[in-house]
């Protein structure tokens, strides 16, 4: 039977990893697919992405300690420590740098719509890179939770 240090690790995992899945390659698409109005999508999305950062800090926060508490210094050569810490990393740059700017973009356009506004190759080009950082880190996830424990 698993201790309970483990068992929340496992759980961390599977929360951070699903979540990311389950917001950006379902709930978010679905939202811009089935809302008439972008704006509301947009801010609902946003608010998702918001949450899954969160969790993110949290999960990944509990599995960097968690490996560190379990292995010591030897878990600075685990790979999984790794891939967490780059998950850790990118969830960071997400929420305390590509999603200001863009919500800055955003608020600079007001009242009109970004993507009608002035600003809208510049948060094209921001949601992009958000897009691919996202990807690059829901990947990582994948290893994550394929790599035995």
Known sequence: ???LPDLLASWAATLWVGGMWAIGYLAAPTLFYHLDDRV???F???RMFTWIFIAGMVCGGWLLLHRLLRSGVGAFRQAAF???LVMLLLTLAQHFG???????LKDQAMPQDVMKSLFKDRFAAWHGVSSVVYLIESLLGLV???KPR
């Open 1 to 3: 039977m698993r201790n």
């Open 40 to 42: 509301l999508a947009g």
């Open 44 to 46: 609902l999305a946003g």
């Open 82 to 84: 790794w891939i967490v």
């Open 98 to 104: 590509i999603q200001p700017i863009m919500q800055h």
């Open 144 to 146: 994550l939770v394929a």
